[in-house]
């Protein structure tokens, strides 16, 4: 089993539609929490950045993390289709010298 | 600041060839880290390095990738003798410190034939 799980989509949704992406994940330890979007050809930006649990929002964009449940999610609120990117999920315990384990991505498309 | 660069862009070689792959960090950023990215492993880590130090290369593959930063601004990462299963993406990215935030480059989309 890998440590983080990601619906790898493709995911393709109509314009103005509140998008959800998830991961779940097996290591306790993580406390760090990120999305990344990457643009085809390009590389990762990050685009969220949560601490242990709760949510965070950032205009059209809110981070959850239940880590009871060992499941974060991205909610895209009036998906643009300047949003059609593949999102990756990142996470890490709180180590100094831990490096971030990527999900493998969910694709998304948004229609105009 | 131009962000980190990559080169190059594509790469297409035969296999048993020698690869080199270029990266020039963003000024400032003391960590660099190289990784890979394929449809069926997604992105993994190969190595980081500190102040041009390596730190963890556990996650090279085999002996014949190999990564070197001679200075603050340049790293490269070498694939002797290249194989078909080597073809993926290769990202480098850096942070200003090991817990901060990953800018990465365009990356080198690797074919070897």
Redesign the interface.
Known sequence: QKEVEQDPGPLSVPEGAIVSLNCTYSNSAFQ?FMWYRQYS??????LM?TYSSGNKEDGRFTAQVDKSSKYISLFIRDSQPSDSATY?CAM?DSG??R??T????TQLTVLP | DAGVIQSPRHEVTEMGQEVTLRCKPISGHDYLFWYRQTMMRGLELLIYFNNNVPIDDSGMPEDRFSAKMPNASFSTLKIQPSEPRDSAVYFCASSPAINEKLFFGSGTQLSVL
């Open positions: 760090y050809r390009k590389g990762p930006e990050l950045y990756l890490r100094s010298a490096q971030l990527f999900g493998s991505g």
